[in-house]
């Protein structure tokens, strides 16, 4: 299964974006099964979680991101969010997601970049 994510784009520091990923329908019948996450990998760097929801939407944070982004779910829409605000240079990734633990298979990713 592969999760595509959308919503990336350029933006300035200090500004927001929104990220979505919608479940294909080949797992819409079992979406509400799985925490999601959303990860993401700058240039150089491995891929990190930035962070989790369960299913009943208890949420955890990387520590880089905490007070900054926000995750959420829509399970009658089988979709996933990333509110993104107060973005840093940092920020700038290729950010994907998937379940928690993730499946084996990755989406493209959308790509964020925010320039100081």
């Known amino acids: 299964v592969q999760l595509q994510a959308s919503g990336g784009g350029l933006v300035q520091a200090g500004g927001s974006l929104r990220l979505s990923c919608a479940a294909p329908?080949?797992?819409?019948?079992?979406?509400?099964?799985?925490?999601m996450a959303w990860y993401r990998q700058a240039p150089g760097k491995e891929r990190e979680s930035v962070a989790s929801i369960t299913v009943g939407g208890a949420t955890t944070y990387a520590d880089s991101v905490k007070g900054r982004f926000t995750i959420s779910r829509d399970n009658s829409k089988k979709t996933v969010y990333l509110q993104m605000n107060s973005l840093k240079s940092e920020d700038t990734s290729v950010y994907y997601c998937n379940a928690n633990p993730p499946w084996k298979k990755w989406g493209q990713g959308t790509l964020v970049t925010v320039s100081s």
């Open positions: 329908r080949s797992i819409t019948s079992v979406f509400n099964s799985y925490v």
